[in-house]
């Protein structure tokens, strides 16, 4: 059976991750240190609220250097929102703080409009639809409905473009990184437990191509 | 930027209640069964409140949001008399979300700092319930009880900079009572409110929904509408598609 490890690192709804993973039959449990991850098919790094808090939370449960060298390695990671931003070299949320570095580039804060039809408001909280930004075959997102739309809840986001970056997301007249994959390791500024049908869709997916990947 | 629509379900201890205008409180039946429903006709988030928590100085929601969390996979809010940290905590750790905070809130603004420096201003959802008086708008708390002598929008305004993501802003004399939104509510915070904007209280039909989007609300919060069967979800999908409001697509995974 498929075995997804989810980092409790004090940080995020880890039992909605847990629960979603659980619905598709997979087996999902959380671990609070590195020695209990004990090689899962997939390893998950939730997060929510600010970057800087789940950095420090993440170094002083001892997770920092063991997630740099389990994605190296090539080991399959799925961050989730900010959980995906940690991955990146850093992040202007409060100043500067630096990040796991694993992927290129930097997070920052998404930019407030208004336009005549609309105001483009942050934080960002809502659905919306992935923008392809290059084929998805071959990916860890292969074969995923490429209409569906996810749930946003974030301030700050993947906003240069990122060789790294497998689907874009519109905010107001702006583009963000909203799937990333560099290997085995992935990223979703969405949350797939809190986006419904589609959202389990979504890591049905991951953990079919992250299996396939393993074959 | 895609409008949201949220059902809300008024709690006291594992029912499902509705009054007008916060009175006359019915029972209606399993809070978590009406959750399940909604979640399965594709709403997009849902916003438990604990009716009588502040009554009663504790939130009970923490049992339907363990029956709920293996089976309803959207964003949920919970709300009703949440005083600290722990109570957010506690709420959170049991799988919602975001929490709405009011009455303590206004008590001891400092309330939402904590709790948004704590667990993110994403967490934080300010919620005002509206009564219209002769300067303006006004605050209430306790179900629409107790005026606060506190204007809506700047206390909304000031809830955004300690802190809220987001605010539900419902009309008092709407609620429960199908006669439509209050566009002049909407119309009085919408510009004050740099943050995500729910509004509720008095939808009956799709477009009173369609209203609110047009008058500048991000998000429409229904109750007793869904809850006696008046309006369907699937009908204010449709009615907002012929309007031309975008809401999230429903696509059936392959």
């Keep these: 059976m498929f075995e997804v490890t989810i980092i409790d690192y004090g940080v995020g709804n880890l039992t909605s991750v847990r629960n979603a993973f659980q619905s598709l039959g997979v087996r999902a449990k959380t671990v609070g240190n590195t020695r209990d991850v004990q090689d899962p098919d997939l390893l998950v790094l939730p997060g929510v609220g600010a970057f800087s808090h789940c950095m420090e939370e993440i170094a002083r449960r001892g ?5 740099i060298d389990y994605s190296l390695s090539g080991k399959p990671i799925l961050g989730i929102c900010v959980g995906m931003q940690v991955l990146f070299e850093g992040s202007s949320e409060f100043g500067a703080t630096a990040g796991l570095g694993v992927i290129p580039g930097r997070i920052s804060r998404l930019e407030a409009s208004v ?5 483009v408001k942050v934080p960002h909280v809502g659905w919306a639809p992935l923008v392809a930004s290059r084929s998805w075959e071959q990916t860890v997102l292969e074969g995923l409905d490429s ?3 996810y749930y946003f809840v974030h301030s700050y986001a993947l906003r240069s473009t990122s060789p790294e970056t497998l689907a874009n997301v519109s905010h107001g007249p702006a583009l963000f990184g909203g799937v990333v994959g560099s290997g085995m390791t992935v990223g979703c500024q969405f949350h797939p437990e809190r986006s419904g049908p589609a959202g389990l869709d979504f890591l049905r997916t991951i953990v079919t191509n992250v299996s396939r990947g393993e074959r | 930027m895609t409008k949201r629509l949220i059902a809300r379900l008024d709690v006291k201890g594992s029912r499902l209640i509705k009054g007008v205008s916060f009175e006359g409180l019915r029972v209606l039946g399993s809070a978590q069964d009406f959750a399940a429903r909604y979640y399965e006709q594709n709403i997009d988030e849902i916003f438990f409140v604990d009716a009588v928590a502040s009554l009663y100085g504790r939130n009970s929601l923490v049992e339907i949001l363990s029956q709920v969390a293996g089976k309803v996979f959207v964003p949920i809010v919970a709300g009703g008399g949440i005083r600290t940290v722990e109570d957010a905590r506690r709420l959170l750790e049991s799988g919602a979300d975001k929490v709405a905070v009011n009455t303590a809130a206004i008590e001891r603004p400092r309330l939402i700092s904590e709790i ?9 959802v300010l919620s005002v319930q509206a009564k219209r008086v002769s300067i303006g708008w006004e605050c209430y708390t306790e179900g629409g009880r107790e005026h606060t002598g506190v204007d809506a929008a700047s206390w909304i ?10 605010s539900l802003v419902t009309s008092v004399y709407r609620d429960g009572t199908h006669r439509g939104l209050d566009t002049e509510l909407i119309g009085a915070v919408a510009a004050a409110v740099p943050v995500p904007l729910i509004v509720g209280g008095g939808v009956g039909t799709g477009e009173d929904v369609v209203n609110g989007y047009e008058s500048g609300t991000d998000a429409v919060a229904v ?4 809850h006696y069967r008046r309006l369907s979800i699937g009908e204010v999908r449709r009615t907002c598609r012929s309007r031309g409001i975008s809401l999230r697509e429903i696509t059936e995974p392959d």
């Design chain 2, 223 to 226: 109750g007793s509408a869904f």
């Design chain 2, 116 to 124: 948004a420096g704590r667990f993110g201003s994403q967490c934080v």
């Design chain 1, 147 to 149: 209409r569906a739309f």
């Design chain 2, 157 to 166: 305004k000031r809830g955004v900079e300690l802190g809220a993501g987001e």
């Design chain 1, 63 to 67: 997770f920092t250097d063991f997630l």
């Design chain 1, 115 to 119: 336009n005549q039809t609309d105001r």
